[in-house]
């Protein structure tokens, strides 16, 4: 991994813990609400260096925010673990196969669905063992999860689009875009 | 700002697509699990997934019990039923309020109160 790469992956990962705690300071408006702001980041990281750079981001960001919020190996973390790899993942994978079908926003949505549905199955599969009680929240979960999907989708492109009129080096063919 | 509206317009007509689809089908979604909620004049409380109480709505009552990090507070008043006091950091299940169908979840402290049948003796191990 280039020393560039390295300093990429700080600075992302620091904005990413720091909108994760902007986040936590502001009251979700209903109970079950997660805006999701860092996934602002990982999505920008994703399409202007690559899963690899994003997947750094994500796990330093669930492992430092766990440890400053005493949640580490709870059953917070795990489901953030959990969604947050998923969402990463999914996003690298449909932003390779329809970018040219979706703008950030749409990748967004997909990477919104796959966090709340790989949290849903985890709590499922560890916490709760109550499917009834998993199905009767899963679509206000889904819905919820549209709406901050889209804003955040949103926000990443602005993003891009600013850091493009800056004049910020894009993603460019390095050893790190070919996985091992 | 321009900025803003360009962003705004280059969502394509899939992104689009995508969002109404998806959102059809939760909405959909939900009006189905709205079917599934169970309703009964009884509740069972279960923690870490062991049955401690079936509770009668007809009957008023409170039932204290002892979670993985602290003592939940369960209320049951004019056949409705709420968790009125709870250990847990976010209090979600507290929020919920009064409740007379469906279920209230409490993750942290491993509570599950549900209405109506729930559970029938094949409570699952919890793992983790």
Redesign the interface.
């Given at each position: 991994m280039q020393s560039q790469d390295r300093l990429r992956i700080a600075i992302l990962a620091a904005y990413a813990i720091g909108l994760h705690g902007l986040e936590r300071m502001i009251p979700a408006p209903l109970?079950?609400m997660r805006f999701g702001f860092a996934n602002i980041i990982t999505l920008t990281a994703l399409i202007l260096y690559g899963l690899r750079v994003a997947m750094t981001i994500t796990l330093i960001r669930v492992l430092i925010v766990s440890l400053l919020t005493g949640s580490f190996l709870g059953?917070?973390f795990?489901l953030s673990l959990g969604g947050g790899v998923a969402s990463t993942l999914i996003m690298s994978g449909a932003y390779s196969l329809?970018s040219a079908?979706?703008?950030p926003?749409?990748i967004s949505?997909?990477g919104s669905?796959a966090h709340n549905l790989t949290q849903l199955t985890l709590?499922y599969?560890?916490?709760?063992?109550?499917m009834?009680?998993i199905?009767?929240i899963?679509?206000?979960i889904?819905?919820l999860g549209?709406i901050t999907g889209?804003i955040n989708?949103?926000a990443s492109?602005?993003l891009l689009?600013?850091l493009g009129?800056e004049g910020a080096s894009p993603r460019t063919e390095t050893a790190m875009d070919r996985e091992p | 700002m321009s900025?803003?509206r360009?962003?705004?317009r280059?969502?394509?007509i899939?992104?689009w697509i995508?969002?109404a689809a998806?959102?059809l089908?939760?909405?959909s979604?939900?009006f189905?699990?709205k079917g599934?909620?169970?309703t009964g004049d009884t509740a069972t409380v279960e923690v870490n997934?062991k049955l401690l109480y079936r509770l009668s709505l007809t009957e008023d009552r409170t039932v204290e019990v002892q979670g993985p990090i602290g003592v939940t507070r369960i209320e049951v008043r004019q056949g409705r039923i709420r968790i009125a006091d709870s250990p847990c950091p976010?209090k979600?299940c507290v929020?919920?309020g009064w409740t007379e169908r469906?279920?209230i979840?409490c993750?942290?402290n491993?509570v599950?109160v549900?209405i109506g049948g729930g559970a029938t003796g094949e409570?699952?191990a919890?793992?983790?």
């Amino acid at each position: 991994m280039q020393s560039q790469d390295r300093l990429r992956i700080a600075i992302l990962a620091a904005y990413a813990i720091g909108l994760h705690g902007l986040e936590r300071m502001i009251p979700a408006p209903l109970p079950w609400m997660r805006f999701g702001f860092a996934n602002i980041i990982t999505l920008t990281a994703l399409i202007l260096y690559g899963l690899r750079v994003a997947m750094t981001i994500t796990l330093i960001r669930v492992l430092i925010v766990s440890l400053l919020t005493g949640s580490f190996l709870g059953p917070g973390f795990v489901l953030s673990l959990g969604g947050g790899v998923a969402s990463t993942l999914i996003m690298s994978g449909a932003y390779s196969l329809f970018s040219a079908l979706f703008s950030p926003v749409g990748i967004s949505l997909i990477g919104s669905m796959a966090h709340n549905l790989t949290q849903l199955t985890l709590a499922y599969l560890l916490f709760v063992r109550r499917m009834e009680a998993i199905l009767f929240i899963t679509p206000i979960i889904l819905l919820l999860g549209i709406i901050t999907g889209m804003i955040n989708g949103m926000a990443s492109g602005l993003l891009l689009k600013k850091l493009g009129e800056e004049g910020a080096s894009p993603r460019t063919e390095t050893a790190m875009d070919r996985e091992p | 700002m321009s900025l803003i509206r360009e962003t705004f317009r280059e969502i394509t007509i899939y992104d689009w697509i995508l969002f109404a689809a998806l959102t059809l089908f939760s909405i959909s979604g939900s009006f189905l699990v709205k079917g599934l909620a169970s309703t009964g004049d009884t509740a069972t409380v279960e923690v870490n997934g062991k049955l401690l109480y079936r509770l009668s709505l007809t009957e008023d009552r409170t039932v204290e019990v002892q979670g993985p990090i602290g003592v939940t507070r369960i209320e049951v008043r004019q056949g409705r039923i709420r968790i009125a006091d709870s250990p847990c950091p976010n209090k979600l299940c507290v929020r919920q309020g009064w409740t007379e169908r469906g279920a209230i979840i409490c993750l942290p402290n491993r509570v599950v109160v549900t209405i109506g049948g729930g559970a029938t003796g094949e409570v699952d191990a919890i793992s983790g």
